[in-house]
């Protein structure tokens, strides 16, 4: 077994070692599990506290933001020559010279899901002759695909400084059919037709891939840009905005929002840890890095995760994100059938499970690496696999195995005090964490985009209530995708995942009330 194939095993071994380390202890030490589970209990509720002082944090500082003219900003503040940094190269000095390469991937996404990405990007307050913008379909999208990039570049190619359409091929060796692959193809294309051939400078593009139905505000260009030139060290940085799965919210039935606020304020929160951000969807970086690095990997499935690791193994640990505490818009997961949609769920929480492919290239890129300190790798080993490990197992025990001491516990067990007040002891403990949950769902009602004309004040009461199938949604569409994924990961070969496209949906107005 090689070093690597080992590092595959560990996620899965831990994960369920704890599982069944619980289950069997609380029929031998039910005693101990019992104080185990209040004390993890305990745990869990000063975590919620903790991540929701981060959450009201970043809600408090992108409210802010969003009302900032950023493009005047820039204009006050950098809007001089460009000057020379000691290791020659160019630090940028006027916001005008920095280009973004904006690339969308689709698949068989509907043509009005993608014209609204499009409409967003149309209403840009940034001057669009600085944009170089890549749709790319898939080949296998077929016939329907090509007639969505022909549609679009009809009426959007002559918006910005240059526009072109790719086709990824299918089935080309070495490949996963993903969109490690296809990002890959379509920013070579656009290095090799537009970038290369303009002589623009590497270190003057940013780029930015988005996932094809996400929607920018207005001032979002401008935002990233100016984090981007005050940034400590831009070019050694990935930058992340927040991820609003909200764009048909009113479409979803009650789980499908459930999940999709749950997702939205995680990634809230994480903007206020930077020291334990990594890049995800819709994130920008450095064009120049991208090209060092060799691009996305193509034989992955979470390249927007995996990037991260790329540069910062390259760079010899010298690579950060910077949170941009400023908001896209992307689509809630909806099919045209509750179950459809349950299914979709599933599928596309595994796909982010799968993200546990980047534990071993992570502890075996370390092993390897001589350069970074010691104490940057354990820190971020520690934290990668214990992310991993909450993901799959926290929930479970909270919610579900909590109980197995007074059910496995015996006679014995059962006639002990401690018996008696566990039951009570835990239900205090999940009324008080149920607190910062409330607060967590008035919150996600200010997020809301623009109410449709259907939507009255009893909804308002429906969409709080909601929030009480969170321990359902955290095991059905957090644990057990997590631990299905960790296991694939474990048996490998057939086992592991391929990458899935989460189709896009958009139910006709009529029919939205039906999910409420």
Not at 59 to 69: A, S
Not at 322 to 351: C, E, H, K
Request: charge should be positive; charged fraction near 20%.
């Amino acid at each position: 077994m090689t070093l690597y194939r080992f590092f595959e095993f560990v996620p899965a071994i831990l994960a369920w070692s704890t599982l069944l380390i619980v289950v069997f202890a609380s029929h031998y030490l039910p005693a101990a599990v019992a104080i185990f589970i209040i004390l993890f209990d305990i745990y869990w509720l000063l975590k919620t506290i903790y991540l929701s002082l981060h959450l009201r944090y970043s809600f408090l500082r992108m409210r802010k933001y969003l009302k900032i003219d950023w493009r005047r900003r820039l204009e006050e503040e950098f809007s001089s020559v460009g000057t020379p940094t000691s290791g020659g190269a160019s630090e940028l000095k006027n916001w005008q010279d920095v280009y973004h390469l904006v690339i969308l991937p689709m698949y068989k996404e509907p043509y009005g899901v993608v014209k609204e990405s499009f409409d967003s990007l149309r209403r840009m307050n940034y001057p669009k002759d600085k944009f170089i913008v890549v749709l790319s379909a898939e080949e296998r999208g077929g016939d329907e695909a090509k007639e969505v990039l022909k549609k679009i570049e009809e009426e959007f190619g002559r918006d910005f400084f240059k526009f072109m359409t790719t086709i990824h091929p299918a089935q080309i060796p070495g490949e996963l059919q993903g969109k490690g692959s296809h990002e890959t193809f379509a920013a070579k294309e656009a290095k090799k037709l537009i970038i290369d051939p303009a002589g623009i400078d590497y270190e003057k593009i940013l780029v930015s891939v988005f996932d094809v139905d996400t929607q920018v505000p207005p001032n979002y260009f401008g935002r990233l840009t100016y984090a981007y030139l005050t940034a400590e060290h831009p070019q050694r940085s990935s930058y992340q905005p927040v991820p609003l799965f909200h764009n048909n919210i009113y479409e979803a039935p009650v789980l499908a929002r459930v999940v999709a606020m749950s997702a939205t304020f995680w990634h809230m929160m994480q903007q206020a840890r930077p020291e334990r951000l990594r890049t995800f969807s819709s994130h920008s970086m450095p064009f120049k890095a991208l090209v060092e690095v060799g691009f996305w990997q193509k034989d992955i499935v979470s390249e927007d995760s995996r990037i991260f690791w790329q540069c910062y193994l390259h760079y010899d640990g010298d690579w950060r994100v910077v949170p941009l505490f400023y908001p896209v818009s992307m689509d809630a997961n909806v099919a045209p059938t509750f179950w459809g949609t349950m299914a979709n769920i599933y599928r596309q929480q595994r796909r982010w499970g799968w993200g546990i492919e980047n534990i071993p290239y992570i502890l075996h890129g370390f092993a390897r690496n001589k350069a970074i300190p010691f104490g940057r790798k354990l820190f971020w080993s520690f934290h990668e696999v214990e992310g991993f490990h909450s993901w799959a197992t926290n929930s479970l025990i909270i919610f579900a195995l909590g109980w197995l001491p007074i059910f496995l516990g015996g006679e014995i067990f059962n006639e002990t005090i401690l018996s008696f007040s566990l039951p009570k002891i835990t239900r205090t403990i999940m009324t008080l964490s149920m607190v910062g949950i409330a607060s967590s769902a008035i919150l996600g009602l200010i997020l809301l985009p623009p109410k449709p004309d259907w939507f009255k004040r009893r909804h308002y009461f429906l969409y709080l209530f909601q929030w009480l199938l969170i321990p359902v949604s955290l095991i059905v569409f957090g644990a057990f995708p997590a631990l299905e994924s960790q296991t694939r990961l474990m048996l490998g070969g057939r086992f592991r995942l391929d990458y899935w496209f989460t189709p896009k949906y958009r139910r006709k107005p009529e029919s939205i009330r039906e999910n409420i």
